[in-house]
């Protein structure tokens, strides 16, 4: 791949910089104060920030062109530089409408919708009116392997019955939140394990949906998003609202989580970049037995250390967003895997060097380092434990020795 910014993406990665520099870090910390008043609503200054971003262009800019009318216009690998800009503070990208699990849930529906879905879910989710969850972790079973997944989608005339229990979703405790992608299965003795599953769009305000609580991260409520336990008690919802068809379940997931692993990734390159920059602005400026702490060999190491792991993860994750472009993301899904692993594992290791050079101070509110750690090891979990993604990538390395 040819790894010179072109000029579109410099200008690009400009305009995203200008506008992080005069809009999102002056207002960090009264994004935080607006959320403590009102946990479960959207910052008013959110939707102040949405205003100027779309005015400006940045918009939508995760979609890939091959969306067409929908798509912002870039390529994986353009969006890349931008989604690393955005990921220097972790509720940014909402504000370019480029938030997870929006960006996913688009791509789900501008990918397999019907039109009556696109019309009533797609448009308003592009249009940043709305937001959504994906439904389908569960307490009762290991996840990370879908085929797992119990919640069941039962027909019964002109509608599909749910019931089960989900947890950890997204998003789902926003008062935002107006539509959920749930998975179950439709066809649970079909021999083919991976046909058993289906994917269904279930409105918030549906009877018999119950969000029980907001499950916490590291001690934290993670508002405004939350990350919700749920219960679909006989919940009913039209026929119309399968996404493209009985037992595409597996078959949506995968289509899914390719582009969403790859954003993760390329903000967690953004968040510990600014982590290693606050080390050197701690390490240059704090005194410590006479002398800055820059003087210390072992703080001069910690930089050099993460400088490097920081540009490995991001070459990496730019060669696989190249990749996708070129050969489509099932090709690609080895590289997607090697980031999957690579970027959260550095940035935990980025992040805690820096809290560690920061002492108490890093650990609190007055930095964001606490909060971009819980990130960044959460999303050693999401979309995929780093033992799933291992698992399939050294089979599929070790399958293709012998073969070759």
Same mark, same amino acid.
């Given at each position: 791949?040819?790894?010179?910014?072109?000029?579109?993406?410099?200008?690009?990665?400009?305009?995203? $910089?200008?506008?992080?520099?005069?809009?999102?870090?002056?207002?960090?910390?009264?994004?935080?104060?607006?959320?403590?008043?009102?946990?479960?609503?959207?910052?008013? /200054?959110?939707?102040?920030?949405?205003?100027? &971003?779309?005015?400006?262009?940045?918009?939508?800019? =995760?979609?890939?062109?091959?969306? #067409?009318?929908?798509? @912002?216009? /870039?390529?994986?690998?353009?969006?890349?530089?931008?989604?690393?800009?955005?990921?220097?503070?972790?509720?940014?990208?909402?504000? =370019?409408?480029?938030?997870?699990?929006?960006? @996913?849930?688009?791509?789900?529906?501008?990918?397999?919708?019907?039109?009556?879905?696109?019309?009533?879910?797609?448009?308003?989710?592009?249009? #940043?009116?709305?937001?959504?969850?994906?439904?389908?972790?569960?307490?009762?079973?290991?996840?990370?392997?879908?085929?797992?997944?119990?919640?069941?989608?039962?027909?019964?005339?002109?509608?599909?019955?749910?019931?089960?229990?989900?947890?950890?979703?997204?998003?789902?405790?926003?008062?935002?939140?107006?539509? =959920?992608?749930?998975?179950?299965?439709?066809?649970?003795?079909?021999?083919? $394990?991976?046909?058993?599953?289906?994917?269904?769009?279930?409105?918030?305000?549906?009877?018999?949906?119950?969000?029980?609580?907001?499950?916490?991260?590291?001690?934290?409520?993670?508002?405004?998003?939350?990350?919700?336990?749920?219960?679909?008690?006989?919940?009913?919802?039209?026929? #119309?609202?399968?996404?493209?068809?009985? @037992?595409?379940?597996?078959?949506?997931?995968?289509?899914?989580?390719?582009?969403?692993?790859?954003?993760?990734?390329?903000?967690?390159?953004?968040?510990?970049?600014?982590?290693?920059?606050?080390?050197?602005?701690?390490?240059?400026?704090?005194?410590?037995?006479?002398?800055?702490?820059?003087?210390?060999?072992?703080?001069?190491?910690?930089?050099?250390?993460?400088?490097?792991?920081?540009?490995?993860?991001?070459?990496?994750?730019?060669?696989?967003?190249?990749?996708?472009?070129?050969?489509?993301?099932?090709?690609?899904?080895?590289?997607?895997?090697?980031?999957?692993?690579?970027?959260?594992?550095? &940035?935990?290791?980025?992040?805690?060097? &820096?809290?560690?050079?920061?002492?108490?101070?890093? /650990?609190?509110?007055?930095?964001?380092?606490?909060?971009?750690?819980?990130?960044? $090891?959460?999303?050693?979990?999401?979309?995929?434990?780093?033992?799933?993604?291992?698992?399939?990538? #050294?089979?599929?390395?070790?399958?293709?020795?012998?073969?070759?």
């Amino acid at each position: 791949m040819e790894f010179e910014y072109s000029e579109k993406m410099r200008t690009m990665q400009s305009r995203v $910089r200008d506008f992080m520099d005069e809009h999102i870090f002056p207002n960090e910390k009264l994004y935080e104060e607006q959320i403590a008043a009102d946990p479960w609503n959207t910052a008013p /200054l959110m939707e102040e920030l949405k205003k100027k &971003a779309r005015s400006q262009g940045l918009w939508n800019l =995760f979609l890939p062109v091959e969306h #067409g009318d929908y798509s @912002g216009g /870039l390529t994986n690998l353009e969006y890349a530089v931008l989604a690393e800009e955005m990921g220097r503070v972790p509720w940014a990208s909402e504000a =370019f409408n480029c938030a997870a699990p929006d960006t @996913g849930n688009m791509e789900v529906i501008a990918k397999y919708g019907n039109d009556e879905q696109k019309r009533t879910w797609l448009e308003p989710l592009l249009a #940043g009116e709305i937001r959504s969850g994906f439904a389908m972790t569960e307490p009762d079973v290991a996840s990370s392997d879908a085929t797992n997944i119990e919640t069941s989608i039962v027909r019964d005339g002109d509608e599909y019955v749910i019931n089960g229990k989900k947890h950890y979703i997204s998003g789902a405790c926003r008062n935002q939140c107006a539509v =959920f992608i749930v998975m179950g299965k439709t066809d649970p003795d079909n021999k083919n $394990r991976y046909i058993q599953q289906s994917q269904i769009l279930v409105p918030r305000d549906t009877k018999g949906l119950t969000i029980t609580r907001p499950m916490r991260v590291f001690g934290s409520d993670d508002a405004p998003e939350g990350h919700a336990e749920m219960i679909f008690e006989n919940v009913r919802v039209p026929v #119309g609202n399968l996404v493209l068809g009985e @037992g595409r379940g597996f078959e949506i997931a995968q289509g899914r989580l390719g582009p969403g692993r790859i954003h993760h990734c390329m903000r967690m390159i953004g968040m510990a970049q600014r982590a290693l920059e606050m080390m050197c602005d701690r390490a240059n400026s704090r005194v410590a037995f006479h002398r800055p702490l820059i003087k210390q060999q072992s703080v001069r190491e910690n930089i050099a250390l993460s400088l490097c792991e920081i540009e490995q993860a991001r070459l990496l994750t730019l060669k696989a967003a190249d990749m996708m472009d070129k050969v489509g993301n099932k090709a690609a899904k080895n590289v997607i895997a090697m980031i999957k692993i690579t970027a959260p594992r550095m &940035a935990c290791t980025v992040i805690d060097r &820096a809290i560690q050079l920061h002492g108490a101070a890093g /650990l609190g509110q007055d930095t964001p380092l606490a909060r971009m750690y819980s990130y960044a $090891r959460t999303l050693r979990i999401a979309d995929g434990p780093d033992e799933v993604h291992m698992m399939q990538l #050294g089979r599929d390395y070790a399958a293709a020795r012998v073969t070759s």
